[in-house]
């Protein structure tokens, strides 16, 4: 299994940032896949998460009506669309999925939101 983000930068409040996660290595339409976050010196935190055929989706609620997650099965990538960016929103994002039982992460990606 392997998933590598992209997509991060550095972006003014109240921008968008779109990021992107490539999977290989396991059958992506049959799993769930989630965006985590972490902060500097804050615990990881699940941002949102999407089922395997995309029909669920579940947020963060600080993030509702902001972000939204989506996937393209036929591309193999999970995608996390950020509008209305805060500088709270600043993290390292990472996407990830379990697949029998083990919890697969990629390397992340850096989102920084500042003037």
């Known amino acids: 299994v392997q998933l590598v983000e992209s997509g991060g930068g550095l972006v003014q409040p109240g921008g968008s940032l779109r990021l992107s996660c490539a999977a290989s290595?396991?059958?992506?339409?049959?799993?769930?896949m989630s965006w985590y976050r972490q902060a500097p010196g804050k615990g990881r935190e699940l941002v949102a998460s999407i089922s395997g055929a995309g029909g669920n989706t579940n947020y963060l609620d600080s993030v509702k009506g902001r972000f939204t997650i989506s996937r393209d099965n036929a591309k193999n990538t999970v995608s996390l669309q950020m509008n209305s960016l805060k500088p709270e929103d600043t993290a390292v994002y990472s996407c990830?999925?379990?697949?029998?039982?083990?919890?697969?992460w990629g390397q992340g990606t850096q989102v920084t939101v500042s003037s």
């Open positions: 290595g396991f059958t992506f339409r049959s799993y769930a």
């Open positions: 990830t999925t379990v697949v029998g039982r083990q919890a697969y």
